[in-house]
């Protein structure tokens, strides 16, 4: 049977050949949108790490004339040779902020304020690779004070958060997500192993222990790809000249408490630092906003692809369709021969999913060469295989959709009219 | 004979109206996704009010230190601009603008967001705005550092409800600025003349900027003649590299006068430690993904139109039988496509307006106003006459060279 129909398609391979071309873009069409919105909603499923509700955060903006760099990359290794350390005011400037700290502690909604370089949902990213036993891993990192796990709702799954007994270690301590943990130490407790950052050169005093493990830390939020994250700590009375202090302020308040907590709370830090720019955000809206972001090139590459298919979707019926009028005669000839309707039928949807599969197979083969491209680094290879599943089921139903009107009309020739023409 | 050609065309074209809503509605929707992809691009890069000396204009937006291990990239620092952008041979005078900050007002408990964009008093000279009440600021406001503000219409509405604005006073990130002039709102994406409050750079909260040679500033070069663009770009860079670095691992640090469109192209396609941009590439992936989307849309008209001339194959051969020549059956064909294009590319033509007035109205970019691009609107007629043509006209002439009664019998393969 299956053979019968190969043969028929190749006997009109002219015009099938366009036919199942098209088929294969809107294939790799949808393979497209497919694997982005199976991307997301796989990614939303997975816990965020930390609360959203009834948290705010203010950036402290310290030059009046924007923010002082768009992006900064740093190789491994930012400083090779030894070097004077370069003051830059910042043991003043964290001076400054733990009094600012101390400013909306005293507000009576304020349950938890503390202090970080990078925040959920903001667009700053700093980002750093290390090698353990060989391995290289890379991982989102931040830094953060000792409320910071409060104040955010982290789940702390082993160890502990960042305290003041960190103060007079010798090491630089760091807590890391499971994910991370896992990573590095796959059947080793991850709590209380040292790991090196990779610094080649003279400054090799900066060697990290994992003082706890949390449970998730997503910075990009529900839509992103969950990462690998790193804390490490950041101590408003830090000696050190060169460390520059945190900028995000995150304050934990009462549920209930309203909009207007932020015009005093933004009054209050005015008052204080009248020189510094404050930006205050529920971090519910800052959510809100940077899901905007992602979901808008899933939106337009939906209705776009939507359009696309429902093109192809009608110019794929009138071909068939057309198809089917020039060969009553054919029709004619079988149904004076005694095949049945269902059995013409068959013939042509049969037609139609030959083509179908051979536009899939090709697709599929021009579909699995991506992830060798290193798509696989973003995408899971599952969410991909469902992607294209989901793919094969959409076309092949879109194809038999198309192919059902005219088999329909095919199967109403009747025999003596589609005859008398020969 | 034209006459009776356009007559046949419309004839044919309502006999089968299935097919030819199709073919209407593939040309449509091919257009109306071309001319908004084509109109968003217009709004960051083409050279809409007030950005209208954009042919005469060099921008400095990027500033790039790069060592031997480290990179370090921003925007130029006010310094950088300052001193070492003056005076250039050709230019005929130099902008500075503060890259826009997020600023916060609260009236009567409700909160007003804003980007405050502080720049110098040549900024309203090298733009042109069209300004609804009052006028700009002047370099003796920027010298006293006076905390005046020109602000845009939507600002205006927020603040105090309507015009009239210029002389009243409103509060912004804790300072408090009289309005003198009121310009109409610019879209958000429009990094150079974007803002909702425009303030001289020295109502900044410190002047530390002046010593700053990297972030947070851009810098427009107004040119006497296009003509001079490559020497005024020579002589910043070789005065550039003349700059003392202030952190001993960076040795070498470039900062380039060119078009937004190539310091866009730069960030996404130079290396590293390219110092050279690549607009032809960001040009190539454009027309790449605009020739690939077009793809589908072409493939379907193509095959559309190779079945349909099937359809017609009796007809032909009986205009054949009559003694039409090859010539006159092929321009039938080129008629009826023609008709079916422009038809389709009117149809395109008003329903991106229609969508483009949607977008703008949404409000999804603030302050957004897209318009048409007739030039792409004319590439993707063309795109689609092309196509049209091919699929049509290539098997109406293979038919018109078969044998009349080869023809009639309807044996075209």
């Given amino acids: 049977m299956t053979r019968h129909l190969l043969k028929l398609v190749w006997n009109r391979k002219r015009s099938n050949v366009l036919i199942a071309v098209e088929i294969l873009l809107s294939f790799i069409v949808l393979v497209g949108v497919t694997t982005l919105a199976v991307f997301y909603v796989d990614n939303y499923r997975k816990p965020l790490g930390y609360d959203v509700e009834n948290i705010w955060t203010i950036s402290i903006e310290q030059h009046a004339a924007g923010r002082t760099s768009l992006t900064v990359e740093s190789g491994p290794d930012d400083a090779a040779a030894p070097r004077a350390p370069v003051d830059r005011g910042y043991v003043g400037q964290r001076a400054r902020i733990a009094q600012l700290m101390m400013a909306l502690q005293d507000m009576p909604e ?9 925040t959920p949902y903001s667009s700053t990213t700093m980002n750093s690779d290390i090698e353990v036993n060989g391995r290289h891993h890379r991982y989102g990192m931040s830094e953060a004070t000792d409320d910071f796990a409060g104040a955010m709702g982290l789940e702390v799954m082993g160890g502990r958060w960042f305290s003041r007994e960190d103060d007079g270690a010798v090491w630089k301590p760091v807590v890391v997500n499971e994910r991370l943990a896992r990573e590095m130490f796959p059947d080793k407790d991850p709590v209380g192993q040292f790991v090196t950052e990779d610094e080649p050169g003279p400054r090799r005093e900066s060697r990290m222990r994992i003082v706890g493990v ?11 790809a969950p990462e690998n994250f790193l804390f490490t700590r950041n101590r408003l009375d830090d000696p050190n000249v060169e460390a520059a202090p945190p900028r995000e302020l995150v304050i934990r308040v009462r549920p209930g408490t309203t909009a207007a907590f932020e015009e005093r709370a933004v009054t209050r830090l005015r008052d204080a630092e009248p020189e510094w720019t404050f930006q205050a955000e529920p971090l519910v809206q800052s959510r809100e906003t940077s899901q905007r972001l992602w979901l808008a090139p899933l939106s337009a590459a939906a209705i776009i692809s939507m359009f696309l298919l429902v093109m192809v979707a009608m110019g794929l019926t009138g071909v068939l369709w057309l198809h089917v009028t020039q060969r009553t005669r054919e029709i004619g000839l079988r149904r004076a021969k005694g095949a049945t309707v269902i059995n013409i039928q068959r013939q042509l949807v049969g037609e139609v999913v030959v083509l179908t599969s051979i536009a899939c197979i090709v697709g599929v083969a021009i579909i699995v060469q991506f992830p060798l491209l290193d798509v696989f680094s973003v995408v899971s290879p599952m969410v991909y295989g469902i992607s294209v599943a989901i793919s094969l089921v959409c076309i092949y139903a879109l194809s038999l959709a198309c192919a059902w009107m005219p088999a329909r009309m095919a199967s109403g020739v009747a025999p003596a009219e589609a005859l008398r023409y020969e | 004979m034209l006459q009776s050609y356009l007559k046949l065309a419309w004839k044919v074209l309502w006999r089968r109206k299935f097919f030819t809503a199709i073919s209407l509605f593939g040309i449509c929707f091919t257009l109306v996704v071309l001319m908004v992809a084509s109109s968003v691009l217009d709004h960051l890069f083409a050279p809409q009010a007030p950005e209208v000396r954009q042919d005469r204009t060099l921008g400095m937006f990027r500033a790039r230190m790069t060592g031997e291990r480290s990179t370090s990239t921003s925007m130029p620092g006010y310094m950088l601009i300052d001193r070492y952008a003056r005076n250039l041979a050709g230019v005929e005078r130099v902008a500075v603008f503060a890259m826009p900050q997020t600023v916060y007002s609260y009236k009567d408990g409700q909160r007003i967001k804003s ?35 020109v602000i845009n219409a939507t600002t205006r509405d927020r603040f105090f409800g309507g015009p009239p604005a210029v002389g009243r006073t409103f509060e912004a990130d804790g300072l408090r600025f009289r309005v003198i002039g009121v310009v109409p709102d610019v879209g958000v994406l429009r990094l150079v003349a974007n803002g909702d409050i425009y303030a001289p750079l020295t109502t900044s909260k410190t002047d530390s900027y002046k010593r700053e040679l990297m972030g947070g500033f851009g810098g427009l070069l107004l040119a006497k003649s296009t003509a001079d663009f490559f020497a005024i770009k020579t002589e910043l860079e070789s005065r550039i590299r003349t700059v003392p670095l202030p952190v001993k691992d960076f040795t070498k640090l470039i900062a380039p006068a060119e078009s937004l469109f190539d310091f866009v192209a730069g960030n996404l396609f130079s290396g590293r430690n390219e110092d050279r941009s690549h607009p032809e590439r960001l040009w190539a992936v454009i027309v790449a993904a605009m020739l690939l989307f077009s793809l589908l849309p072409a493939v379907n008209l193509v095959n559309l139109n190779m079945s349909r001339i099937m359809e017609r194959a009796s007809e032909i051969g009986v205009r054949k039988a009559f003694g039409a020549s090859s010539r006159t059956l092929v321009g039938q064909f080129v008629v009826e496509n023609l008709v079916l294009t422009l038809i389709g590319g009117a149809a395109g033509f008003v329903l991106s307006a229609l969508v483009l007035r949607a977008l703008t109205a949404s409000g999804l970019v603030p302050y957004a106003h897209f318009t048409l691009n007739y030039r792409v609107f004319g590439y993707g007629l063309g795109l689609a006459l092309f196509f049209g043509l091919l699929s049509g006209v290539y098997p109406a002439w293979r038919m018109s060279r078969l044998h009349p009664v080869q023809a009639l019998k309807g044996a075209a393969r």
Avoid at chain 2, 131 to 149: C, I, R, S, Y
């Fill in chain 2, 115 to 149: 980007l405050i964009k502080r720049t110098d008093a040549d900024y309203w000279r090298v733009l042109d705005f069209q300004f609804l009440e009052g006028g700009p600021f002047t370099d003796q406001d920027v010298a006293n550092g006076a905390f005046v503000a």
């Fill in chain 1, 110 to 118: 304020v349950q938890a304020v503390a202090a970080a370089v990078v």
């Fill in chain 1, 214 to 224: 949390i449970r998730e830390f997503r910075k990009d939020g529900e839509y992103a």
